[in-house]
């Protein structure tokens, strides 16, 4: 038997180094990896991977599931067999999901039937809203059963954690944060404010583009995802819109590296969303000391308490006169792009990070005594 499974389907993308896989994803890749190097077998349940595998000393044993089919019929029931399988070919003790996917369910009853470990991590707030509005009643209800079986429910921040202890008051949340890869700082010439993200309606992608409009001899670069989650109506809404500014580039998605690489060259990171967790985002950009500008997202208060970026608590004049002061203003640039360069490495820090996660992971292995289900 293996120590941990992680299930995160789409991390193939991010070892295959193509499109697709988004922060969620990346942060079970540098889990995987940390974990591994710290001695635990650790399997990745990941569709299959478009090119050569990782060979290297911290990559985990990969465990391939078939890709979601494209036939409808009988969807469902072919997703539980493959993650079924997928599970019990990687036959770990303990089995760590990360956000509400609707793999959550599946994955806490494999475990409950075969007496294994089930860890929630989550990634974003709303896995805590169990009333959203863009979820099936009947799935949230199936899906908020089943974290509550969870051994151990990790969050991001102390928000999150507030929100668990409402939502599942049974659960204690523990708080470890999210990783940061370590990275140069950016040296380029900034070109641009910079939006990546998934093209969905709470991250509020036209809010981008109202900024632009009001600076329109300024450059934007709008890297834009389309997913499952995306409607037609909004797409149709923002390509509208960015088609009359010619300050705007929408494009689409990069490999990782490419995206990696856009960051450096931005004046700042721009996030309009109207709820996340702790966007990967900001720590890329703190990692390279690019600053952050955010529309009304702010995580445990750290762009107002580290000086990591500039925070408009939702008022476009506020991220309007921001954007201008960061764009004319390098030595501002500078000191905030230092601030945050300085908290992901005090805070963030993959040696920090993954020693909390192994220290948590290892209470809960068959050979030592584990904590009952949560009920």
Request: hydrophobic residues 40%.
């Given at each position: 038997m293996r120590d941990v499974t992680i299930y995160a389907p789409a991390a193939a993308k991010i070892y295959a180094g193509a499109l697709g896989g988004g922060g969620a994803e990346v942060q079970t890749v540098l889990l995987a990896r940390a974990l591994t190097d710290r001695g635990l077998d650790v399997a990745h349940v990941?569709?299959?991977?478009?090119?050569?595998?990782?060979?290297?000393?911290?990559?985990?044993?990969?465990?391939?599931?078939?890709?979601?089919?494209?036939?409808?019929?009988?969807?469902?029931?072919?997703?539980?067999?493959?993650?079924?399988?997928?599970?019990?070919?990687?036959?770990?003790?303990i089995v760590v999901v990360r956000g509400s996917g609707g793999y959550v369910v599946p994955s806490a009853t494999w475990c409950s039937r075969h007496d294994r470990a089930f860890v929630f991590a989550a990634s974003n707030e709303l896995d805590f809203d169990l009333q959203r509005p863009d979820r099936r009643r009947s799935n949230l209800r199936a899906y908020g059963r089943a974290v509550r079986r969870a051994r151990r429910l990790v969050v991001q921040t102390q928000r999150q954690a507030e929100l668990a202890h409402q939502v599942f008051p049974s659960l204690e949340p523990i708080v470890i944060p999210s990783f940061a890869e370590p990275a140069e700082s950016a040296d380029a010439d900034p070109e641009y404010f910079l939006w990546s993200d998934r093209m969905t309606e709470y991250k509020r992608p036209e809010k981008f583009l109202e900024l632009a409009a009001a600076l329109p001899e300024t450059r934007f670069r709008m890297v834009a995802s389309v997913t499952g989650e995306t409607t037609n109506a909004l797409c149709d809404r923002v390509y509208a819109a960015a088609r009359s500014l010619p300050n705007v580039e929408v494009v689409s998605r990069r490999p990782r590296q490419e995206a990696l690489a856009e960051v450096e060259r931005a004046?700042?990171?721009?996030?309009?969303?109207?709820?996340?967790?702790?966007?990967?985002?900001?720590?890329?950009?703190?990692?390279?000391?690019?600053?952050?500008?955010?529309?009304?997202?702010?995580?445990?208060?750290?762009?107002?308490?580290?000086?990591?970026?500039?925070?408009?608590?939702?008022?476009?004049?506020?991220?309007?006169?921001?954007?201008?002061?960061?764009?004319?203003?390098?030595?501002?640039?500078?000191?905030?792009?230092?601030?945050?360069?300085?908290?992901?490495?005090?805070?963030?820090?993959?040696?920090?990070?993954?020693?909390?996660?192994?220290?948590?992971?290892?209470?809960?292995?068959?050979?030592?005594?584990?904590?009952?289900?949560?009920?």
């Open positions: 990941v569709y299959p991977v478009d090119g050569p595998t990782p060979n290297d000393s911290s990559a985990p044993t990969l465990i391939e599931r078939r890709p979601p089919s494209e036939d409808r019929s009988l969807y469902r029931l072919r997703e539980l067999f493959n993650i079924w399988s997928a599970l019990s070919k990687a036959d770990a003790g004046i700042a990171i721009v996030k309009t969303s109207e709820v996340e967790g702790m966007p990967n985002t900001f720590l890329e950009a703190w990692a390279r000391g690019v600053p952050v500008l955010s529309l009304s997202v702010d995580p445990d208060d750290r762009i107002a308490e580290r000086g990591a970026g500039l925070l408009a608590e939702g008022s476009m004049e506020r991220m309007i006169a921001g954007a201008r002061q960061l764009q004319d203003d390098p030595e501002l640039r500078a000191a905030i792009g230092a601030r945050g360069r300085d908290f992901v490495r005090t805070h963030h820090s993959l040696d920090a990070v993954a020693d909390r996660w192994a220290e948590l992971l290892r209470d809960l292995l068959p050979t030592r005594s584990a904590q009952p289900s949560a009920a």
